[in-house]
């Protein structure tokens, strides 16, 4: 058998075993929040072009209309991009070059500010999302959780701002600080589910300056590399919305929103270039933060929490996310608390469930750490600001 023949039958192959594979991806997870979904039909849709290529491409190639024909399959699989282009785009798919969100209105959850309050969504143009305000739900019309402080700080009182993603908004930490550490500091808890260093940034910047804080405490979670959001569909009270994996100088937001074929073409820039782009972007939010502290006069602390499992078991990638923050802190002299150091000696002696809020999860962590990590933190003086 030719060798042409043989690749030809590989590649049928290959294009069969990929539409199998997208056809698997429909049956299990279905269509409307699938990553998956997306990057499986951008490989099967490369098969299939490669292997009508090598089937047609040779054939076309024979004869005295080469260019010709040359021509019309150049201009063959431009049409059936931008047919692909055409069908694939309302769907909102994003492959893999971001994590996708689908938020629906309302979306409720119960959160530890009292189960009468309501934690919902809605959609925002320039942060993706926010927490709803006031009323009925979880946060106060100033952004923050409720709590029993006045807005306006009575004199002598010290006042620490919590900023972070759902770790933050969990209140672990927040909330053991209050109870263990000294009289006449209030806590303000900022932290929204989800959110990265650029919209915890603009979300401060919109609600926390107002609330002239003495120390902003950054809770910082190795998954806050996560760049910018953009929104893929708004109606209808529902949004689909991503956190690119890339930093915001490395892509065209008008083209990601608008082309299912860009957005495919950024998943495999961001699985090549490692996230270019992020540790520039994260730099920029704590410098951010910085020129805040200096201008409004408070103090600028980050505790970076851990992958809550053993060090030797982290995939490379988180530890070069935690080497990355730490050397950002340096750099920018931004005093922190490094938790992973911590986390070894609490489990020492105790099953590595008593560190996770639940089984299975890498991020978040137990109310039983987020104590340990409370009192090691007012033991050292790290809050001293708040005293």
Request: hydrophobic share 45%; aromatic share 12%; with cysteine.
């Given at each position: 058998?030719?060798?042409?023949?043989?690749?030809?039958?590989?590649?049928?192959?290959?294009?069969?075993?990929?539409?199998?594979?997208?056809?698997?991806?429909?049956?299990?997870?279905?269509?409307?929040?699938?990553?998956?979904?997306?990057?499986?039909?951008?490989?099967?849709?490369?098969?299939?072009?490669?292997?009508?290529?090598?089937?047609?491409?040779?054939?076309?190639?024979?004869?005295?209309?080469?260019?010709?024909?040359?021509?019309?399959?150049?201009?063959?699989?431009?049409?059936?991009?931008?047919?692909?282009?055409?069908?694939?785009?309302?769907f909102?798919?994003?492959?893999?070059?971001?994590?996708?969100?689908?938020?629906?209105?309302?979306?409720?959850?119960k959160?530890?500010?009292?189960?009468?309050?309501?934690?919902?969504?809605?959609?925002?143009?320039?942060?993706?999302?926010?927490?709803?305000?006031?009323?009925?739900?979880?946060?106060?019309?100033?952004?923050?959780?409720?709590?029993?402080?006045?807005?306006?700080?009575?004199?002598?009182?010290?006042?620490?701002?919590?900023v972070?993603?759902?770790?933050a908004?969990?209140?672990y930490?927040?909330?053991?600080?209050?109870?263990?550490?000294?009289?006449?500091?209030?806590?303000?808890?900022?932290?929204?589910?989800?959110?990265?260093?650029?919209?915890?940034?603009?979300?401060?910047?919109?609600?926390?300056?107002?609330?002239?804080?003495?120390?902003?405490?950054?809770?910082?979670?190795?998954?806050?590399?996560?760049?910018?959001?953009m929104?893929?569909?708004?109606?209808?009270?529902?949004?689909?919305?991503?956190?690119?994996?890339?930093?915001?100088?490395?892509?065209?937001?008008?083209?990601?929103?608008?082309?299912?074929?860009?957005?495919?073409?950024l998943?495999?820039?961001?699985?090549?270039?490692?996230?270019?782009?992020?540790?520039?972007?994260?730099?920029?939010?704590?410098?951010?933060?910085?020129?805040?502290?200096?201008?409004?006069?408070?103090?600028?602390?980050?505790?970076?929490?851990?992958?809550?499992?053993?060090?030797?078991?982290?995939?490379?990638?988180?530890?070069?996310?935690?080497?990355?923050?730490?050397?950002?802190?340096?750099?920018?002299?931004?005093?922190?608390f490094?938790?992973?150091?911590?986390?070894?000696?609490?489990?020492?002696?105790?099953?590595?469930?008593?560190?996770?809020?639940?089984?299975?999860?890498?991020?978040?962590?137990?109310?039983?750490?987020?104590?340990?990590?409370?009192?090691?933190?007012?033991?050292?003086?790290?809050?001293?600001?708040?005293n």
């Amino acid at each position: 058998m030719p060798f042409r023949q043989i690749v030809v039958w590989l590649l049928g192959l290959a294009a069969v075993a990929l539409s199998g594979n997208v056809l698997w991806v429909l049956w299990s997870q279905g269509l409307a929040d699938s990553e998956d979904l997306g990057l499986a039909l951008f490989y099967c849709a490369l098969a299939m072009m490669a292997w009508l290529f090598c089937l047609f491409g040779p054939r076309l190639a024979i004869g005295g209309r080469a260019v010709l024909k040359g021509l019309l399959l150049i201009v063959s699989l431009g049409l059936s991009l931008v047919l692909f282009e055409l069908l694939m785009t309302p769907f909102h798919l994003v492959f893999n070059s971001a994590h996708q969100a689908t938020l629906h209105a309302p979306q409720s959850a119960k959160r530890h500010v009292g189960d009468k309050y309501r934690f919902d969504l809605e959609v925002d143009p320039e942060l993706g999302y926010v927490p709803r305000r006031g009323g009925q739900y979880a946060y106060d019309r100033h952004g923050a959780q409720r709590n029993a402080h006045q807005a306006q700080k009575p004199p002598g009182v010290r006042r620490v701002a919590l900023v972070g993603d759902s770790i933050a908004a969990i209140g672990y930490l927040g909330g053991w600080l209050e109870r263990l550490g000294p009289r006449g500091v209030e806590y303000w808890n900022l932290g929204v589910d989800g959110f990265g260093a650029w919209q915890e940034l603009k979300y401060f910047e919109r609600h926390g300056r107002a609330l002239r804080p003495d120390l902003v405490l950054i809770e910082f979670c190795l998954n806050d590399f996560d760049g910018t959001p953009m929104i893929l569909k708004d109606q209808d009270g529902q949004a689909v919305v991503a956190n690119l994996y890339l930093g915001s100088e490395q892509f065209n937001p008008w083209l990601y929103r608008r082309s299912t074929i860009y957005r495919a073409y950024l998943s495999l820039k961001a699985s090549l270039t490692d996230r270019d782009g992020l540790r520039a972007d994260v730099k920029n939010a704590l410098a951010a933060f910085q020129r805040h502290a200096a201008k409004d006069h408070f103090t600028l602390k980050v505790v970076v929490y851990p992958l809550m499992s053993p060090y030797e078991q982290w995939p490379e990638s988180y530890k070069k996310q935690r080497q990355d923050i730490l050397v950002i802190l340096r750099e920018l002299g931004v005093e922190h608390f490094d938790a992973t150091g911590l986390l070894a000696q609490a489990l020492q002696g105790r099953p590595l469930a008593w560190a996770r809020m639940a089984e299975g999860d890498y991020f978040h962590p137990s109310e039983a750490f987020a104590e340990l990590l409370a009192r090691r933190l007012l033991a050292d003086g790290f809050l001293a600001a708040a005293n």
